[in-house]
């Protein structure tokens, strides 16, 4: 089915679902994942900006990748910066040069209108992706 997985994670608490889809997906094919935590960092004055460090973002796919693997799931992961409103582009790219069969991701629970409005990254993702996506409330 998918033998390569790709599971877009951030600190919300969707993300434990998105893990447990990814795991699920995964034994299911005997599949790995691969966790992907893109830190968004905005233009500033003197440079590019974060709420939250490089270290933080690695442990929040450490942790994720310590979940799989405790669930039997091979996983391995990475945290990459990426310019606010580009993670949609950054995540596609990303399971473009794993060659992932299915990207797994969060959805904050936004209505489609609200999600469109204020461009939420699960519907850029959805509209940008030639794979599969599956969306986690």
């Known amino acids: 089915m998918y033998e390569k997985i790709l599971a877009a994670v951030d600190e919300s ?5 998105v893990l447990a889809a990814a ?7 005997q599949g790995e ?3 992907l935590h893109l830190r968004e960092r905005e233009p500033a004055k ?11 973002a690695q ?6 990748v310590q979940k799989l693997i405790a669930a039997g799931v091979k996983a391995a992961g990475t945290a990459r910066d ?17 060659d992932a069969g299915v990207i797994v991701m969060g959805s ?5 209108l609200a999600g ?22």
């Open 108 to 112: 904050r629970g936004r209505g489609d």
């Open 13 to 17: 608490e969707v993300a434990d679902r």
């Open 33 to 35: 994942v691969f966790v």
């Open 82 to 98: 990426s310019i606010l409103g580009l993670a949609a582009k950054e995540i596609i790219s990303e399971a473009d040069s794993r």
């Open 59 to 64: 442990s929040v796919v450490d942790g994720a």
């Open 46 to 56: 003197y440079g590019l900006t974060s709420n939250e460090t490089i270290s933080d």
């Open 116 to 137: 469109l409005l204020l461009g939420s990254t699960a519907h850029k993702v959805i509209h940008l992706a030639n794979r599969p996506v599956l969306v986690v409330r």
């Open 23 to 29: 795991s699920g997906l995964a034994t299911l094919s």
